[in-house]
C-alpha cells in the first residue's frame, strides 16, 4: 500500500507518518522542509519525501506523484503566527485538497483512493443536525470573519462533502475532527464519535496529536474502521475527557507503545 500525505512534517503529520512506516505502508510526503521530519523517519526506506510547497506544484507534478497512490492523507494547518493566519494562502487547506482530488479524478484509479482530511470539531457536519447554542452560532460567525484558517477548514471540508460527494468510484473520502490538540508521546484509548458530544467553545474536550495519527492510520489500513467512517466526519477525543453517550459510537483503540 502507498500513501501520500501532505503537513507531513507537522505535529500531527509526522505523528502519521511514522504510525504508516510502522505498518509498512509506503508513504510519499510533500513537505516544504525535509529538515522539519523527525529524524528517525526521515530516512526511513519506504519513506519518499518530495520537497515542494503543495500549492506551487503543477497539475502534471501532481498527477505524477499521486499516481498508484491508495490513499492520500492532509494534516496541513495554517502556522500559528501572524503571517500563517492572515497572509496567503488563505485557503491553503481548501486548495491544497482541491488541487489532489483533481489530480485523483484525472488518474481516473481503478480502485477508490481514500482521502483522509484532518479538520476540527470547529466544523460542523450539515449532513448531521449538530445542534449550535445561539452563543456558539455567534462565536463562529466571528471567528469565520476574523480568522481565515477557520473559513479555510469549513470550505475544505465542504469541498470533499459536497463537490467530491458520495462518487464513490474514484475518491472515498473520510474528515476526521480532533478537538483541542495536545502533544503525547504514546497511543492512549480515544473514542470516536459520529458527531461532538461536547462544546468546542464552552466544553472542549482534548485530542492527543499521536491518537489523531493512530486514528488515521487505522482509517487508511483498516477495511473495516474505513467503511464505518467513509463519507463522514468522525470526532475524536481522548478517553480520559470523553464523555460516554448512549447515542453514539465509541470506536476504543486499545492501548500501544509506538517507538517514540
Ligand atoms: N490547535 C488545535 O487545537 C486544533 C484542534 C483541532 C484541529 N486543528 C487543525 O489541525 C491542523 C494541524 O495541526 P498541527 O498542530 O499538526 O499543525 P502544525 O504542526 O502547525 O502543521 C501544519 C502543517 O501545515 C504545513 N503548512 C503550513 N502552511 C503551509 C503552506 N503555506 N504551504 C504548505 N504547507 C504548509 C506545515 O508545513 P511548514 O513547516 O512548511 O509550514 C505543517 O506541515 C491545524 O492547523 C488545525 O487546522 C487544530
Redesign the pocket.
Known sequence: MIALV????????SQLVRELLNRNVKVKVI???AE?IPDDIRTHENLIIIEA???HLSHNAVLGYIKNCDAVAS??????NLK?IYGN?KM??RD?VKKLCNAIKENNPTIPVKFVL?????VNNKDMSEQLSFKEKLIFSLLRNLLP?QL??ERAAEYLRKDVGNNKKIIEWSIV??????NETTVSEYRVFPSPIRSPIFDPGK?S?IN?GHFISELITNDNIWEKWKGKMPVIYNATNSRTSNTCYPYICTRKKINP
Open positions: 501532505v503537513g507531513a512534517n507537522g505535529a500531527t503529520g513537505v516544504r522542509g522539519k510547497s503543495i500549492l494534516c496541513l494547518g495554517h502556522n500559528i500563517g494562502p491553503l487547506v491544497s484532518m479538520n476540527t470539531t470547529a484558517p479555510d477548514n475532527r480532533p478537538d483541542t490538540l495536545i485530542t496529536r489523531v
